[in-house]
């Protein structure tokens, strides 16, 4: 029987297919947003601003102590292109859907997934929280320790992921088929190394996670002046006119501690600050650090015990200008992920956008009269976000 000429339709649908399968990362995150973007009659630019839950003081006593609703927000930017061009032939668009998505498809979607996906990872930078173990094997204890941080942090019971580097996966593995009962869980372990959901959590393996490289934080660092508040942090006792920290650098400061979300008491944690920005010293030694989350040391938003001493010494995670492994342990509400429909051009051979499960991709197709091909565009135009970086660890592990 012969083969049906493809239609722009079934090539855009089983492009997004093909994409949705491979993107693990951006498909276990918020994706709630899309619809908001490119809409007909209510367009939002390329921003949305995002709220956050609110937060709120509790008082004691018969007293009212009435208290102002401040809402907070961050902006989701939907800005990034990213998209595949190929040259199609008659020959090409004869084929049968499944050689075609096996021949043309699947090779072009891995690339254009891998880029999204490791252009999305790049929000471990704004994870403060992190169970470190550098240089070491991942094992199930440290995954409890990340558990522990994001049951702290209040993190919702449904909807949590555990994403492991391929090193990380392999430490895990072995060690984990004996708490599985289910027998396909049990048969995946063994033939593909997937390890299913254990310890609340669904495990998936990728590997694009980045390794992490700590700066070279020459110097004993410590706070230069007391009672700092917000996200600049005063520092000094570094070695002068030196690159100190990278973005991403996570540290704790000595005497500042992590208080409970919703009763404010200190839990006699140390608070983790992640760098925003690659700092460096002066030729006094001093350094600004842009830090996250903003130290806030009373009101609704509270998040530390008490603002830092002068000379309290930074503790900063890692081994300096030494690589180290990363996977990350998240709720589904930690980071953002959106698409926008892109517009339609006219005057082309064909042109058709789908959306599956969120991703909205674009196809356009125009005829090459000199060569006789029909080049051909994919596109996806997107953007991400950290939410809420509390309902996320990193985990530092090989």
Not at 23 to 40: H, K, M, P, W
Not at 121 to 134: A, C, L, R, T
Not at 162 to 173: A, M, R, S
Not at 286 to 300: D, F, K, M, R, V
Request: charged share 20%.
């Amino acid at each position: 029987m012969p083969n049906t000429l493809l239609s722009p339709t079934a090539v855009t649908r089983e492009a997004l297919r093909v994409l949705h399968q491979k993107l693990n990362f951006v498909g276990s995150i918020t994706r709630e947003y899309d619809d908001s973007f490119a809409r007909q009659g209510a367009k939002v630019g390329d921003t949305l601003k995002v709220r956050l839950p609110n937060q709120y003081v509790v008082r004691t006593g018969s007293t009212l102590a009435a208290q102002d609703t401040t809402e907070t927000s961050v902006d989701l930017k939907v800005q990034t292109q990213k998209g595949v061009d190929l040259n199609f032939t008659s020959v090409d668009l004869t084929m049968s859907l499944d050689d075609f998505s096996d021949r043309v498809l699947e090779p072009a979607m891995s690339v254009l997934a891998a880029n999204i996906e490791a252009d999305a990872m790049s929000m471990y930078k704004d994870v403060y929280n992190q169970v470190s173990s550098p240089g070491a094997p991942a094992t199930f204890a440290k995954i409890l320790q990340g558990r522990k941080i994001l049951v702290d942090n209040l993190a919702p019971l449904a909807s949590r992921t555990c994403n492991l580097n391929t090193q990380d996966n392999v430490d895990l593995v072995d060690a984990l088929k004996g708490l599985f009962n289910d027998k396909t869980n049990l048969t995946k372990q063994y033939r593909e190394g997937f390890m299913g959901r254990t310890a609340g959590f669904d495990f998936m393996e990728n590997t694009l996670w980045p390794s992490h490289t700590p700066g070279a934080r020459p110097g004993t660092p410590a706070v230069s002046t007391a009672s700092q508040t917000g996200s600049s942090l005063a520092t000094s006792g570094w070695t002068a006119s030196q690159a100190v920290l990278k973005a991403g650098d996570v540290f704790t400061i000595a005497g500042v501690f992590r208080v409970h979300p919703e009763t404010k008491q200190p839990t006699g944690v140390l608070q983790s600050f992640v760098v925003t920005a690659d700092a460096s010293s002066n030729g006094s030694g001093l350094s600004t650090l842009q830090i996250s989350p903003a130290i806030i040391t009373s009101g609704a938003g509270q998040n530390v015990s008490n603002s830092p001493a002068a000379a309290a010494l930074l503790t900063v995670a890692g081994t300096a200008s030494t690589p180290h492994g990363l996977s990350m342990a998240y709720h589904q509400s930690a980071f953002a992920f959106a698409t926008a429909d892109m517009v339609m051009p006219r005057g082309v051979d064909f042109a058709a956008r789908e959306a599956f499960d969120g991703i909205s991709m674009r196809i356009v197709r125009q005829y090459d009269i000199n060569n006789d091909k029909f080049p051909c565009r994919l596109d996806v135009l997107y953007g991400f976000k950290t939410l809420r970086p509390q309902l996320a660890c990193r985990l530092a592990n090989n």
